[in-house]
């Protein structure tokens, strides 16, 4: 699979920002697609994931609340998956990836399989 994040940039204190991820390859319909991200110095953590039919979601706890996950397919081997996130805060400052797994939650990284090549979120404060 190919996933491309897009979307980032620099965003002030309290603001929302939409990240997006463009995933091609076959059989998409097997996948969930979930949102990481990784600050300086820290491990990546998991934010959200959705399934391939769009009606089952996870979100982590550090996610709950201010994280909308959703997803389009545009075919079988096109879809985008979108991260909502509002109140940024300046600990939310992170490379944010999305990956291709098998399995909603737990979001373990290893688990996943594939990957962007990341955006870089940063939050002004």
């Known amino acids: 699979l190919q996933l491309v994040e897009s979307g980032g940039g620099l965003v002030t204190l309290g603001g929302s920002l939409t990240l997006s991820c463009a995933v091609s390859?076959?059989?998409?319909?097997?996948?969930?697609i979930g949102w990481f991200r990784q600050a300086p110095g820290k491990e990546r953590e998991g934010l959200a994931s959705?399934?391939?039919?769009?009606?089952?979601?996870?979100?982590?706890d550090l996610a709950k609340g201010r994280v909308t996950i959703s997803r389009h397919d545009t075919d079988t081997e096109n879809t985008v998956v979108y991260l909502q996130m509002n109140n940024l805060q300046p600990e939310d400052t992170a490379v944010y990836y999305c990956?291709?797994?098998?399995?909603?939650?737990?979001?373990?990284?290893?688990?996943?399989?594939?990957w962007g090549q990341g955006t870089q979120v940063t939050v002004a404060s």
């Open positions: 390859g076959p059989n998409l319909d097997y996948y969930v």
């Open positions: 959705i399934g391939n039919d769009r009606a089952r979601t996870y979100y982590s």
């Open positions: 990956a291709a797994g098998n399995t909603l939650a737990p979001m373990y990284p290893l688990w996943f399989h594939d």
